[in-house]
């Protein structure tokens, strides 16, 4: 009997005298978590264009994308066990959880591929498709910061045209490229093939996080 009156009491308590709902933080978490991943790729971006020794600016970027992203998956599984009430947009936050950690995964694939290998200079199209996913992450965070009210159709434009319109449709290279056989052309396809890959792959996921936080109650 005992028992069971604490528990109630317990349970009542938790209901009724400010209980800390996951879905309260919930924006506070996503914004550190996407934040942490812009100053990863900010370092990736910085690593590719100057090379050299790896600086302990980007280290602290990742190991703080991790973090803030365990941090998130954890604030999401709490949200789960919450009473149905209280899990506001659940299925919009999962999406949201999920898209973020598919992100960080290709952010690491690609600085992986980048500290491992001997690659070429970043091109300008590189840097010009990276900048706007660096923009598209600053729009999210700033809607959740509640900075961004309403879409600003005159910036933001389709993920395929910005990204043909700087690579093209596919890889090219120059007839004498083409007849070279040495290991270094092959790195050269290698490189182009992964870092244009997942350039798009980053570009068409950072174009969804604002679209999905916008439609988001928090």
Known sequence: MDTLIGAGLATLGNLLLWPAWE???????????????????????????????????????????????????????RMTQEPKS???NL???????????????????????ILSNPTTPASKNFNK??????????D????????ITSENEGEIFASEEIFDAAFGKSITFSEEEKGLKSDGFHSKIEEAHLVREQLKWLLAMSEKMPKLLRETQF
């Open 140 to 147: 999210a965070e700033a809607i959740l910061k509640e900075e």
């Open 23 to 77: 879905i309260q933080g919930m924006q506070k978490t996503l914004l550190e978590t996407l934040k942490a991943n812009r100053l990863y790729l900010e370092e990736i971006i910085g690593y590719y264009n100057k090379k050299g020794a790896i600086p302990s600016e980007y280290k602290v970027a990742r190991k703080k994308a991790f973090l803030e992203m365990s941090n998130l998956s954890a604030a999401f599984q």
């Open 91 to 113: 299925e919009k936050i999962y999406e949201i959880t999920v898209l973020t950690h598919t992100f960080l995964s290709s952010l690491a694939s690609l600085s992986t591929y």
């Open 86 to 88: 209280k899990q506001t």
């Open 129 to 138: 498709v990276s900048e706007k996913i660096v923009r598209n992450l600053s």
